[in-house]
Each structure stands twice: as structure tokens, then as C-alpha cells.
């Protein structure tokens, strides 16, 4: 069975799964119940990263049994397996956010360099509160110094695909984090 879920994409080269759907699942079931706690009766906005964060999104709006809006960035800040160094904002919010209260769902926090960018760019327009709610969290890459209120999961310095994350592009439809053949890289 296991196997079967490793191949369940043609021509993808995974080296090792590294959280199962099901434990995935799981944690998101926590953490949109544990917002939806702490958010019951303040209509938050979940402001999302595209295109990493789009799974996810999909899965913690879903769990979060409270009123909620949905809003996206799109940004850029990584090229093949390692960062740029630099954030570019393609595509802003279009819905004004000042006294909202406002919840930036991310896929991955590495360097901390998006997420310090992105906070600061928030906080000008005045959200009423931001928080950060990452599904994965790569604390041993970190080089800025950045807030991240609820995490997923905290996983080892290693480049890992699924669930949104990408490799050039491919692997995000994968329904497990995974650790791709270092043949591909
Ligand atoms: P920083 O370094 O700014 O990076 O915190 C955040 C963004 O970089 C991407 N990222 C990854 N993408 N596998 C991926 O597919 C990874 O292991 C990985 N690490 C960082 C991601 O887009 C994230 O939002
Ligand atoms: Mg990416």
C-alpha cells in the first residue's frame, strides 16, 4: 500500500515520504479548529501565498468551521532549490484589510526572508491583528529574525515537495510532503 502511495504520480522521482496524508490531514483538522477557537465571531481573512500555499489554504478554510474570507498573493522569491534572496510581490491584495483581522497562511517558512517581507508589507495597511500560520516550518535554515504564531510541523533543513511545494514547478499536486531523488536535482 505504501508503495502504491509513492508511485500514485507517473514519472515523479520521490526518495522518501516524509509526512503521510493522514498525519497531514490530521494536523490541519487541529489547527483550523484551534483558529477556529481563537477567530469565532472576528470574520477573519486568511491571506494566502500562491502558488505554495494553495493546498493547504484549501484544506485549513475547510477545517476552520467558523465565517472566514479568503484572499491571495502571489510572490516569488525562490528559483529551483534555493532562494533568490530577494521578494517580488506579482500579484497584491485587492481587498483592503485595515481592521480586519488577518491570518497569512504560508506552505513553508525557510530562510524567513518572504515571510519578514510580507509581514511588514501587511502590517502598513493596518490589519486590526496578523498572525502566521505555516504548514511547515524550517527553523534551522532561518537568517531573519520573524514571528510565526502556529506551526504545522517542524522538519529538518532538507528540500522537500507536495502538498503545494514545488520542484520547478512539479510536485505540488502530490497529496504527501516528500523528499524528492537526488538524481533530480
Ligand atoms: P524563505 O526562505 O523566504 O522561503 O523563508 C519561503 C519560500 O521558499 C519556498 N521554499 C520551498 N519550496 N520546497 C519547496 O518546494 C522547500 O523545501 C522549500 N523551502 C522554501 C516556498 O515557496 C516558501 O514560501
Ligand atoms: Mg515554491
Known amino acids: 500500500m505504501r508503495n502504491k502511495g509513492i508511485d ?3 514519472e515523479y522521482k520521490i526518495a522518501r515520504v516524509l509526512l503521510t496524508e493522514a498525519q497531514i490531514r490530521d494536523r490541519i483538522q487541529e489547527m483550523g479548529a484551534a483558529l477556529a ?27 476552520m468551521r467558523i465565517p472566514h474570507e479568503v484572499e491571495f498573493m502571489l510572490v516569488r522569491s525562490y528559483e529551483g532549490e534555493s532562494s533568490t534572496g ?12 485595515e481592521g480586519r483581522h488577518v491570518i497569512l497562511v ?23 491583528s496578523l498572525i502566521v500560520c505555516s504548514l511547515l516550518d524550517k527553523e534551522a535554515a ?14 529538518e533543513n532538507e528540500f522537500v515537495v507536495g502538498f503545494g ?21
Open 142 to 155: 532561518r537568517t531573519e529574525e520573524v514571528d510565526v504564531e502556529m506551526v504545522g510541523f517542524r522538519i
Open 165 to 185: 511545494l514545488d520542484y520547478n514547478q512539479l510536485y505540488r499536486n502530490l497529496p504527501y510532503l516528500a523528499v524528492i531523488d537526488p538524481g533530480q536535482t
Open 86 to 97: 530577494s521578494v517580488q510581490i506579482m500579484q497584491d491584495l485587492k481587498q483592503n484589510i
Open 106 to 128: 504560508e506552505d513553508i517558512v525557510d530562510t524567513g526572508l518572504t515571510l519578514a517581507y510580507i509581514r511588514e508589507h501587511l502590517i502598513l495597511r493596518h490589519p486590526a
Open 8 to 10: 500514485s504520480v507517473d
Open 37 to 63: 477557537d481563537r477567530y469565532r465571531g472576528k470574520n477573519p481573512i486568511l491571506v494566502t501565498l500562491l502558488k505554495g500555499g494553495f493546498i493547504f489554504l484549501a484544506d485549513l478554510s475547510r477545517a
